[in-house]
């Protein structure tokens, strides 16, 4: 089921990281830097997605 996260956190970051947090800190941390660059927002996500 990572491997599915992973993927989907490389297409649309916030969502990978809502699939495995759910709205809160990270989620809102996600969105903010995939806005500011698209680049550190899927490395959040995926380093969401391991730790957990």
Do not use: S
């Not at 500011?36 to 899927?42: C, D, K, N, S, T």
Request: glycine share 10%; hydrophobic share 65%; no cysteine.
């Amino acid at each position: 089921m990572d491997l599915i996260r992973i993927i989907i956190a490389i297409l649309l970051p916030p969502l990978g990281v809502f699939l495995q947090v759910g709205i809160g800190k990270h989620f809102w941390i996600n969105i903010v830097l995939t806005l500011l660059g698209y680049i550190p927002g899927i490395v959040h996500a995926v380093w969401v997605i391991a730790k957990k």
